[in-house]
């Protein structure tokens, strides 16, 4: 069925005739998808029928019954199952080996109406909403409200179990506040309004509250087409995908309407999934749909779990520690032109890749802890003349830096992205090849600071990083690949380089453990 396009820009998310395939169907009510990032499957809820489902490859299977009439699913940053209870007015965490843990159940020593959507931010703290949905006859359990109102709540990072949440919204704003998702920066929080029909846009505070509330979006209804605000989620470049009359309404970041997204029943909830992340699936009445889409999501904290990777080499109690005194920090080919929007090489997919895997701000915590170790920073920055006249074109990498017009010394590509300046007592590399060390003063640097591991992040993980990994391995240093902090075009480069090569030659980890084995 075909999509209704209303700016160009919607034909860069999907395809305007892009398929809608059945993947599930013969359900109550579908609510809640979410998909495992390593085991590759969806989960979501039949809520009325008080059943959560399995849809993988062999097909949809029970896996909780009864499931207290979950609505809104997802995971934190450890793969433990988030899930909204209707029946039982409760946030719960449910853990891999199947305890269940209460979240939250009251506010003030008043019950909850009924959690109904649920996020995780990258701190660890959990937002959900809380209208009274789950106290309706056939959604929930009918039975008396307590609270009178229906908020916006957080759950504070590392929270004890059963600890008030804080309400992060003036009280009365919201009549069924419903879905909601962070910007991929978790600078603004969307939450929608089924019965206003509308979505408001929050700026998050630093103690995670929501400041400065306004209407983002408004008239989501349709006098001919059966639907309202419900589900919603942010795909990487910023745009908000929120289920609407007729389908998914698509919005920029901006609040224009792109297009919309055609399902053939009323939608409920949505969810990215598949192996690249490229497969929208839809939760809708009595079915599930998948349709493929040419955008990723915003780059939650659950997608990053990599269980299913080759184990990090440890030291004695299976932990990994690292000398500080012995390390330094590489930050490589981190400029305008690589990955930001507007650069020359934006049509790659660098910069989505860079927001899915959290680099930047990664990288950044990362250098502020060296820096606070005495650790080195070694930043490589790849530079040319104007006239390339100290370009060799004997591959099409460098060709297409020159044909590009890309990486000019002095130009606004080649300065380093916001946030990943060089600091007094940083050293700043230049190179003008793949790897950091060819013809570059990087060894002597390292020899100086009698530096012997390196933790190396930055772009183009299948090709800079891994030739300065490969060489470093070589020249018998320890490398070590903080994989969040590091992006290329897309994540089935990545993955391809992180999975295979890349663990021969070095120790691939993630920035916390990193931050952690630095002491």
């Known amino acids: ?214 209407i983002f979006a408004s008239g989501l209804r349709d006098a001919l087409l059966p639907g309202l605000p419900d589900g919603m989620k942010c795909d990487a470049g910023g745009n908000v995908w929120c289920t609407a009359p007729g389908g998914v309404w698509v919005f920029a970041p901006d609040g224009r309407l792109l297009g919309k997204v055609s399902i053939p029943e009323p939608p409920a909830n949505l969810h990215w999934g598949g192996p690249d992340w490229r497969t929208l699936y839809v939760c809708a009445s009595t079915s599930v749909y998948a349709v493929p889409v040419k955008v990723g999501p915003r780059n939650e904290p659950f997608m990053r779990a990599q269980t299913d990777a080759k184990p990090v080499p440890r030291a004695e109690g299976d932990q990994l520690r690292l000398d500080a005194s012995r390390c330094a920090l590489i930050i490589q080919d981190m400029q305008n032109d690589v990955v930001m929007d507007g650069g020359a090489f934006a049509s790659s997919g660098s910069p989505d890749h860079c927001r899915q895997q959290n680099a930047i701000p990664n990288i950044a915590r990362l250098a502020a802890r060296c820096r606070a170790l005495g650790v080195p920073i070694i930043h490589v920055w790849f530079l040319r003349r104007a006239d390339a006249r100290d370009m060799t074109l004997n591959a099409p990498l460098f060709e297409g830096c020159v044909d590009a017009n890309a990486m000019i010394e002095g130009s606004w590509g080649a300065e380093p992205v916001p946030g990943l300046e060089a600091q007094p007592g940083d050293h700043v590399v230049h190179k003008a090849r793949m790897s950091a060390w060819e013809g570059t003063s990087l060894e002597r640097i390292l020899k100086a600071e009698g530096r012997s591991i390196i933790i190396e992040t930055g772009a183009w993980t299948n090709m800079s990083i891994e030739h300065t990994a490969r060489t470093g391995a070589d020249k018998g240093y320890v490398m070590v690949i903080p994989e969040d902090g590091c992006s290329t075009m897309n994540a089935d480069w990545h993955r391809a380089s992180i999975d295979y090569a890349m663990r021969n030659v070095a120790l691939v980890t993630t920035t916390e453990e990193v931050i952690a084995a630095l002491g």
Not at 160 to 184: D, I, K, M, W
């Open 1 to 214: 069925m075909s999509h209704v396009a209303l700016d160009p820009a919607f034909r860069r998310l999907i395809d305007e005739h892009a398929p809608v395939q059945m993947a599930g169907s013969g359900f109550t009510f579908t609510e809640g998808p979410v998909w495992h990032p390593t085991e590759h499957y969806l989960l979501f809820s039949d809520m009325p029928a008080d059943v959560r489902r399995r849809l993988d490859r062999a097909g949809v299977r029970e896996v909780a019954r009864p499931s207290n009439k979950a609505n809104g699913l997802t995971y934190d940053a450890q793969l433990n199952l988030i899930a909204c209870e209707h029946a039982t007015s409760a946030l719960v965490r449910i853990r891999s080996d199947g305890q269940r843990e209460v979240l939250a159940t009251h506010f003030q020593g008043r019950e909850l109406n009924s959690p109904n959507d649920v996020c995780v931010a990258s701190d660890g703290a959990i937002y959900f909403t809380d209208p009274w949905y789950g106290r309706m006859p056939h959604y929930g359990v009918e039975r008396p409200r307590q609270l009178g109102w229906q908020g916006v709540f957080r759950i504070r990072p590392n929270a004890r179990a059963g600890e008030e949440p804080q309400l992060v919204v003036e009280r009365y704003t919201h009549s069924q506040p419903n879905g909601l998702c962070f910007s991929p920066d978790e600078r603004l929080m969307y939450v929608n309004d089924t019965e206003q029909a509308n979505i408001r846009v929050y700026e998050v505070a630093a103690d995670g509250a929501l400041k400065h509330g306004r």
